[in-house]
């Protein structure tokens, strides 16, 4: 007899960071809180839980998402990217060196999330200018930096790749 402690599971077949993931996870949890509860993934920060902050930026088949707003379930036969990677790209890893370069995170509670949407961006926009970089980061809250040396590490990068830095293919056709 089911108790209301008792919730509804499903097993989630999902590719974490390159990794096969299965697990048999609560319906109602949350994606950021599979990944940090269920797969020990503490990267993916939540700030706001309501999709506001940013916080719990990931990509999803190559998509952002607010990992708060999306059901773990949801994510089921799914590519998740989270800022852990072992093996980073040579962008993500060349925002980190940028960040910690420009002192663009303090107390790094929103860095995951920052890095994140970020790279999205330099793989999307490679011509961005500095005002477009500001409107892409606007979603993601940061409560220390005041925000220009997060855009300056991104912009950074960017020059860098339009230097040639970066020879990987990872750059994409922007969808939006
Ligand atoms: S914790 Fe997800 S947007 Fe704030
Ligand atoms: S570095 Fe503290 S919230 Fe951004």
């Not at 048999?24 to 902050?53: A, I, M, P």
Request: glycine fraction near 8%; hydrophobic fraction near 35%.
């Amino acid at each position: 007899m089911p108790t209301p402690n008792d919730h509804p599971t499903r097993r989630v077949h999902v590719e974490i960071n390159g990794q096969a993931v299965v697990r048999d996870v609560e319906c109602r949890k949350h994606l950021t809180d599979f990944l940090r509860e269920d797969c020990g993934l503490k990267g993916s920060h939540l700030g706001c839980e309501h999709g506001v902050c940013g916080a719990c930026t990931v990509r999803v088949d190559g998509q952002v998402v607010r990992g708060c707003l999306v059901l773990a379930a949801q994510a089921d036969g799914c590519r998740i990217e989270t800022v852990e990677t072992e093996t980073p790209s040579p962008r993500l890893k060349a925002l980190q060196d940028a960040f910690i370069e420009h002192n663009a995170l303090q107390c790094g509670y929103c860095t995951p999330g920052m890095l994140m949407a970020a790279l999205d961006l330099v793989e999307r926009r490679p011509d961005a200018n500095r005002e477009e970089v500001r409107a892409w980061m606007s979603g993601n809250y940061c409560r220390c930096t005041g925000y220009h040396a997060i855009v300056d590490a991104v912009c950074a990068v960017l020059a860098q790749q339009s230097a040639g830095r970066f020879s990987d293919a990872a750059q994409r056709e922007d969808t939006e």
